[in-house]
C-alpha cells in the first residue's frame, strides 16, 4: 500500500448499524474517496479514528461483493465504546487496508475449513460469503463456529443461508447453553466429531482466542492436515499499522505489517512461548 494512503484518513460515513451481540454492532460505511469492499482483502484490517479521541484496529467483515465496508466491533474500550454510539450519517477516520489476507484463491480445489471462535468469526466472515458463492471451486467449505453462549453469536441472521448453501456444511455451538438452544454444547473443537476431514486435501482457516487457536490446530494436526495448509489469524495491539511503533512485535515479525494472518509454522514457536 502507498505511505500516502497509509497515513491518510478518509471520511468514512456511518450507512447502516446492526446489532449483532449485547455489546457488538456491525457498522456498514460509505467511504469519502469511492472505495468499496472490493478495495479490500479478506483478512485485513483498517484503523478507525474517532476524531479528537483515538483510533483502534479492527478487521474488515465485508465480503468484496457487497456494497459498503462492514467492520463489527465490541465496545471493550474509551474509542470502541464511542463508535458503538455513533448514529446513521456519523463520520469516522479511516486508515487502510493494512496486513495479510487468508489465502482463499490457494485453497481452491481443496476442502476448505473455516474456524472460528467469538469475534473471530468477524474476520472470517468475508471469506464465508465469498466461498459459499463459489463453492464450486472447493471441495466443499465446511464451517465450525464457536461463542460463549447463544447471545454472543454473531450474525445470527445469516446461519440459515450459510447452513443451506450448496456444497457447504455450518456447525454452532456454545460454552454454554441457554432456554431454547437445541445444538452442541462445548467448545469448539467438539464439533470435529461431526464433519469429515479430508486430511492433505484440507486448507484450514482460523480465527478466535489464542488458547481455542491452539487447541484447533492441534485438533487439525491429529487429523494429519499440513501444517503448511493451516493459517491463524494473530492480534496484539497495534498503533500504526506500518511496522513503526513495535507495540505489535512477536519476535522477528510486526502484526500489523507481516500478519495478522500467518501459516501456521511461521508463528508456532511464538504460540509455544506465550503458553499457547
Known amino acids: 500500500m502507498p505511505e500516502t494512503l497509509a497515513l491518510t484518513y478518509t471520511q468514512a460515513v456511518v450507512k447502516e448499524i446492526v446489532p449483532e451481540t449485547p455489546d457488538t454492532l456491525s457498522f456498514s460505511f460509505e467511504l469519502s474517496d469511492g472505495r468499496g469492499p472490493a478495495d479490500f482483502q479478506p483478512g485485513q484490517f483498517n484503523m478507525l479514528y474517532v476524531y479528537g479521541v483515538g483510533e483502534v484496529p479492527i478487521s474488515i467483515a465485508s465480503s468484496r461483493s457487497e456494497k459498503t465496508v462492514k467492520h463489527t466491533i465490541r465496545s471493550v474500550g474509551a474509542v470502541t465504546m464511542l463508535i458503538s454510539r455513533l448514529k446513521m450519517g456519523d463520520v469516522l477516520g479511516l486508515r487502510g487496508p493494512f496486513g495479510s489476507s487468508w489465502p482463499v484463491e490457494r485453497s481452491h480445489g481443496k476442502e476448505l475449513l473455516i474456524i472460528a471462535g467469538g469475534l473471530g468469526l468477524a474476520p472470517l466472515r468475508p471469506v464465508i460469503l465469498d466461498a459459499l458463492a463459489s463453492a464450486h471451486s472447493f471441495k466443499g467449505v465446511k464451517i465450525l463456529y464457536g461463542a460463549r453462549t447463544p447471545k454472543d453469536l454473531l450474525y445470527k441472521y445469516e446461519h440459515a443461508s450459510w447452513s443451506k448453501r450448496e456444497g457447504g456444511q455450518f456447525l454452532t455451538t456454545v460454552d454454554r447453553a441457554e432456554e431454547g438452544w437445541s445444538k452442541n454444547v462445548g467448545v469448539v473443537t467438539t464439533l470435529f466429531k461431526e464433519v469429515d476431514v479430508l486430511a492433505e486435501e484440507a486448507m484450514a482457516f482460523v480465527c478466535g482466542p489464542e488458547i481455542m487457536m491452539k487447541f484447533t490446530v492441534q485438533?487439525?494436526?491429529?487429523?494429519?492436515?499440513?501444517?503448511?495448509?493451516?493459517?491463524?489469524?494473530?492480534?496484539?495491539?497495534?498503533?500504526?499499522?506500518?511496522?513503526?511503533?513495535?507495540?505489535?512485535?512477536?519476535?522477528?515479525?510486526?502484526?500489523?505489517?507481516?500478519?495478522?494472518?500467518?501459516?501456521?509454522?511461521?508463528?508456532?514457536r511464538f504460540f509455544a512461548k506465550e503458553g499457547v
Not at 496484539?236 to 501459516?263: E, L, N, W, Y
Open 219 to 268: 485438533e487439525l494436526l491429529r487429523r494429519r492436515v499440513p501444517q503448511d495448509n493451516i493459517f491463524v489469524s494473530l492480534e496484539r495491539h497495534m498503533s500504526c499499522g506500518v511496522g513503526t511503533c513495535g507495540h505489535c512485535q512477536m519476535g522477528p515479525v510486526f502484526i500489523c505489517k507481516d500478519g495478522p494472518i500467518f501459516a501456521y509454522p511461521m508463528v508456532k
